[in-house]
C-alpha cells in the first residue's frame, strides 16, 4: 500500500503560480512512476503531468505543457507540481497518484486505469 497526501492547492488570480506537494508513505516511492490529474466539476478525471521513478522523464498534457512542472524528490518521497501562467481553465481538485507498472517498466502512462494509488485531492481555483 501507499499512502498519498497532496498539499498546496488554493485560490489564485489569472497569471498566478501555485506548487502542489504530494507526500508518499508506505513501499519504497522510488518504485514508482508518478502522476499528476485533475477534475473539474462534472468532467472527467484528466491527465495533467507524469515523472518516471528516476525523474529523468517527464510528460505533459497539451493544455499545461509550457505552464506546469513535475518533478520528485525520493529522499523525501515526495512529488511537486509548479504551476505557472495559470488560467481560469486551470480549476480543478488536483490528484497524485502512484503507478506500479510504470515504476517496473519505465513507462510514462497518461490514462487514470494504469495507476494504482490515488491521494484524497487539493483544490485549485483560478480567478479572472
Known amino acids: 500500500q501507499v499512502q498519498l497526501v497532496e498539499s498546496g492547492g488554493g485560490l489564485v488570480q489569472a497569471g498566478g503560480s501555485l506548487r502542489l506537494s504530494c507526500a508518499a508513505s508506505?513501499?519504497?516511492?522510488?518504485?514508482?512512476?508518478m502522476g499528476w490529474f485533475r477534475q473539474a466539476p462534472g468532467k472527467e478525471r484528466e491527465f495533467v503531468a507524469a515523472i518516471s521513478w528516476s525523474g529523468s522523464n517527464t510528460y505533459y498534457a497539451d493544455s499545461v505543457k509550457g505552464r506546469f512542472t513535475i518533478s520528485r524528490d525520493n529522499a523525501k518521497s515526495t512529488v511537486f507540481l509548479q504551476m505557472n501562467s495559470l488560467k481560469p481553465e486551470d480549476t480543478a481538485v488536483y490528484y497524485c497518484?502512484?503507478?506500479?507498472?510504470?515504476?517496473?517498466?519505465?513507462?510514462?502512462?497518461?490514462?487514470?486505469?494504469?495507476?494504482?494509488?490515488w491521494g484524497q485531492g487539493t483544490q485549485v481555483t483560478v480567478s479572472s
Open positions: 508506505g513501499r519504497t516511492f522510488s518504485n514508482y512512476a
Open positions: 497518484a502512484a503507478d506500479s507498472q510504470g515504476g517496473f517498466y519505465g513507462v510514462l502512462h497518461t490514462t487514470k486505469y494504469e495507476y494504482d494509488y
